[in-house]
C-alpha cells in the first residue's frame, strides 16, 4: 500500500487527548479501535467535505453518525443558529421555537399527537421505556440482537444462550436485577416473538425495535415480520415502541413508521431533529403522553430540554427536509451510488453486498444477499473492513471506523463527490481482494 496520509497532528491531539479521556475520546466508536491508525482530529467541515488537524480533505459518509442530512455548515441551519444566538442560549423556561418545532414535526407526522423534546437519543429511548412500563404497569422489555437503543441500563442487554433467555448486560456497571427485566431476541424471527409472550404472560411491558436496524450492519426486517410484531405485541397489551433515532427523518418525516405502514404506540427520535444540535424525542398518542408529568405519574425532566439554539437549528434543518421531493433526490441519489458500486462488484464477483434504505446504505464483505439478523454478520468480514477503510481514508473518503456502521448520504454530497467516492472504493475493493 502507498505511504498512509499523514496523521502527524491528529496523533499529537490524541496522545494528549489519553491523558484527559478515558481511551482519549468521549464516545467510544472514535477511538478508531476497529480500523487501522489513530483517530483523525477534525477541524471543519462545509458542505459534505471535513479537514483534519493535519489538513487532509475528505468526503464524508459518517455524517457525524447520522445528524448532517443536509451536510456540513448548511446556511439555513447556521444562519438559524447565529439569529438566536444574539438572544440568548438557555432560559429553562419555553419559548415560541419548541412550538414551532413541535408543529413542523406533528403537521407532518400522522404517527404522534404529542411530543416531548429531551437532549440525546439515550434520553429519549430511556424515557419511552419508562413510559411503556408505567403506561401497562409491567415491567419487562423485549429488545432485538443487533439493535443499539443508547446507553441507558435497560438497554445494555444482550442475549443470553438459548432461544428466550433473560439478557446479560452488556457493560460492566449494569445490575443483573435490570438485565434480568430485558429478554433479548433475534430479529425477523416470528417463532422467537411466539415463544416470548408465551414465556413472559403479561409481563411485557414493550418491545422496542429500531425502525430499520442500522447500528449493526443495516439490518432491513421483513414488512410481513414487522405486522406480525404489531399484531402480537397489541394481542398481549405490549406497547410497540419504533426507535428511530437513525431513521426518523431520515426515511421521510414519518420514517420507519410509514415505511412498514405500521402504528407504533411510543416514536423515539434524534440525530437529525436536532440539525446537529444535541436533540431528543419521543412522540405518542394524546392519550399515552398525557401520562407523562407534569400532566401524568410518568417523571422525565431536562435542564436544557428544548435549549433554544438546538431548536433553533432542528426547525431550519425541518424546514429544509419538508421541501417537495428533498427526500425523493435523496434516495435517487443513493440509489446511482450503489447501482454503481453494485455493478462493479458483480463485474469483479467479489463477495460484498450493498443493503441500501433511503439515503442510508451498509457496504459489507459477504456472499449472503439479504442478510436480516446479527447472527447473520460473519466478525471475520471486518478484517477485510478495515483494508478497505484504510484505503479510502488515503484516497480522501471517510466512512465510519467500523464494519458494523452503515454510511450516510447527504443532500450536500454532489455527484462529483459520489462519482470520486465510486472511483475511491473501486481501488479499495480491488485493494482489499488482491
Ligand atoms: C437507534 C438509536 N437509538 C438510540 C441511540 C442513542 O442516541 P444518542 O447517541 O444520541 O444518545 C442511537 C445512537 O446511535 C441510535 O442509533
Redesign the pocket.
Known sequence: MKQDISRKKSAELFEKAKSYFPGGVNSPVRAFKSVYGTPLFIERGDKARIWDADGNEFIDYCCS?GPLILGHNHDGVREAVIQQLDKGLSFGAPTRLENELAELILTNNRYIEKIRFVS????A?MSAIRLARGYTKKDKIVKFEGC????SDSLLVKAGSGLITFGETSSAGVPKAFADETIVIALNDKQALEEVFSSFPDQIAAVII?GIP??NGLLIQDKDYIHFLRQITQEHGALLIF?E??TGFRLGFEGAARYYNTQPDII?Y??IIGGGMPV?AYGASRELMAHISPEGGVYQAGTLSGNPIAMSAGIAALRTLAEPDFYIKQEEKTQGFVTALRAYIDRKNYAVQILTVGSIFWLTFAQQKNIKRADEIDPLSMEKYKIMHRSLLNQGIYFGPSGYEVGFISSAHTQEDLSQTITAIKTALDTVFT
Open positions: 453518525w440525546s437519543g439515550t434520553e429511548v443499539y437503543h443508547g446507553h429500531e442500522a447500528n426507535d433515532v437513525i423515539t434524534g440525530k431528543g
